[in-house]
């Protein structure tokens, strides 16, 4: 799944840059380089390296601690990872730290990207945790979210196959009941209000037929596993066939 959800970040970020500022803006179409990004909810680091590899000053943030140690070790066995966030620019960064995204938030620290993939939907209060991610970035940063939609599909995949049958999973891993599906996430994001926003913009100003946003503010990309090929599929831009977007996505919002 992380090449899925990597292509799907680094694509979109690059879609905006060029957009905005020109082929020029983007040093050897790496639109990552030089970037400073939180992981949250990090796991063991997956996601985190490959953002540092692509030179981007990573910090990943869990409020697991043995999930930091186990995302240290595996980082320590690569010499390209550096925990030294004083390098040149070209060249990436990754931090790990035992910390939530509500404590972190209460530093001056702001980040260009914040990333938080397969947290969502294990979260209490998904409202509060989405404000706090998203209050992390700075004005025009990138918030991605990777999570799985409220469905009957979704339950029949992820629950009783995943844990039931196949045992892929560990049974009581997941909820049905915290899935959030994207409809959900694009009616928060069209009425929240930055508390650091004088003007108070939302974050999406209009949504389009089936109640899509403007690919400039928000997107929601389907994640499908293939099987015969044994990997992870992002699904068309648009794509609204049954179970594009019924079982496993990402979310993209920008922040005004």
């Known amino acids: 799944m992380n ?27 790496n639109p990552l380089q030089g970037l400073d990004i ?23 943030i869990d409020a697991s601690e043995s999930n930091i140690a186990i995302a240290s070790s595996h980082a320590s066995a690569d010499p390209r990872l550096s925990a030294d966030s004083s390098r040149p620019s070209s060249k990436g960064s990754l931090v790990y730290r035992h910390i939530s995204a ?26 509060g945790f989405i404000s706090s991610c998203a209050e992390l970035l700075k004005p025009g940063g990138h918030l991605f979210l990777s999570t799985i939609a409220r ?9 009783l196959v995943a844990e039931h049958i196949l045992r892929k999973v560990t049974p009581g891993t997941h909820t049905h009941s915290k899935y959030i599906n994207p409809s ?11 508390p650091s926003d004088e003007e108070g913009m939302s974050w999406i100003t209009r949504t389009y037929e089936h109640g899509l946003p403007m690919r400039t503010e928000a997107e929601v990309r389907g994640m499908v596993y293939i ?14 066939g049954w179970g594009t977007t019924h079982c496993n996505y990402l979310f993209w919002v920008r922040k005004p």
């Open 3 to 29: 090449p899925v959800r990597m292509q799907f970040v680094r694509e979109k970020v690059l879609e905006i840059t060029r957009e905005e500022h020109g082929e020029e803006a983007v040093k050897g179409g």
């Open 184 to 194: 959900e996430l694009i009616s928060f994001f069209s009425k929240y209000r930055s």
């Open 38 to 60: 939180l992981d949250v909810g990090c796991g063991g680091g997956l996601l985190s390296e490959s953002l540092a590899r692509l030179g981007a000053h990573t910090v990943g």
């Open 102 to 127: 509500e404590e972190i938030l209460k530093e001056q620290k702001r980040f260009d990207v914040v990333c938080s993939m397969e947290v969502l939907e294990h979260v209490d209060n998904p409202a």
């Open 227 to 240: 099987p015969w090929k044994g990997q992870w599929m992002l699904t068309p831009r648009g794509a609204s």
């Open 151 to 159: 469905t009957p599909l979704s339950y029949v995949l992820t629950i």
